[in-house]
Nanobody, 128 residues
Framework: QVQPVESGGGLVQAGDSLRLSCAGSGRTFSRYAIGWFRQAPGKEREFVAAISWSSGSTYYADSVKGRCTISRDVAKNTVYLQMNSLEPEEAARYYC?????????????????????WGQGTQVTVSS
């Protein structure tokens, strides 16, 4: 089992950039796809981006494609989410999840089935 631990959230102005980190605790991410999700109060959890640990293949929600980059550091057992040009509507608590799925399938799996492991989340606030 691997426990995702998120960090890097904070308060930013609209248009600013932020990098979130998801560190794997206990075991490596090698057998998993790692996804980033966000949830604002009263809203459903929303898929943002995912990466396959083994291949490095990435998949993005249409809403962030071109502004967001997900990457991994194998040596640090950490996944990063670089977010640029943040909008106020993207303020949310951001969660990292690990699952034995492809990066492409992560969003659907969270919505329809659930995933193996969730982190505690890190708060991102975007002011206009």
């Amino acid at each position: 089992q691997v426990q995702p631990v998120e960090s890097g959230g904070g308060l930013v102005q609209a248009g600013d950039s932020l990098r979130l980190s998801c560190a794997g605790s206990g075991r490596t991410f090698s057998r998993y796809a790692i996804g980033w999700f966000r949830q604002a109060p009263g809203k459903e959890r929303e898929f943002v981006a995912a990466i396959s640990w083994s291949s490095g293949s990435t998949y993005y929600a249409d809403s962030v494609k071109g502004r967001c980059t997900i990457s991994r550091d194998v040596a640090k057992n950490t996944v990063y989410l670089q977010m640029n040009s943040l909008e106020p509507e993207e303020a949310a608590r951001y969660y990292c999840a690990a699952d034995r799925a492809t990066a492409r399938d992560m969003g659907a799996k969270v919505r329809e089935t659930g995933v193996d492991y969730w982190g505690q989340g890190t708060q991102v606030t975007v002011s206009s």
